[in-house]
């Protein structure tokens, strides 16, 4: 059974750092995109951004380009998503995603991943 877990989430105020890990178990995933998430209460889910577990090619919104930065460590099975500058705007549950390797999954099309994490609350106060 394939298994995302999230952590790292908390607390920050405006301009601060927060780095969120997504440990994925059960298969291998060399073959396949991880994304992050983010959603508010009311909203839709909005993409974050994607790495290839294989190559680790990244794609981000335009929302948090140069901000945000995904990487992923093979050996621990593990995808991080390192954010900086934050922002009040940047509150949200933040939820990591994997997908097959598609140009959907890449760019955010939600309902191309087929396997979630439980989500993680980050929370930027002003």
């Known amino acids: 059974q394939v298994q995302l877990v999230e952590s790292g989430g908390g607390l920050v105020q405006a301009g601060g750092s927060l780095r969120l890990s997504c440990l994925a178990s059960?298969?291998?995933?060399?073959?396949?995109?991880m994304g992050w998430f983010r959603q508010v209460p009311g909203k839709e889910r909005e993409f974050v951004g994607a790495?290839?577990?294989?190559?680790?090619?990244?794609n981000y919104a335009d929302s948090v380009k140069g901000r945000f930065t995904i990487s992923r460590d093979n050996a621990k099975n593990t995808v991080y998503l390192q954010m900086n500058t934050l922002k009040p705007e940047d509150t949200a549950v933040y939820y990591c995603?994997?997908?097959?390797?598609?140009?959907?999954?890449?760019?955010?099309?939600?309902?191309?991943?087929?396997?979630w994490g439980q989500g993680t609350q980050v929370t930027v106060s002003s």
């Open positions: 995603a994997a997908g097959p390797n598609t140009r959907g999954v890449m760019t955010g099309t939600a309902h191309e991943y087929n396997c």
């Open positions: 790495i290839r577990w294989s190559g680790g090619s990244t």
């Open positions: 059960g298969r291998t995933f060399s073959y396949y995109t």
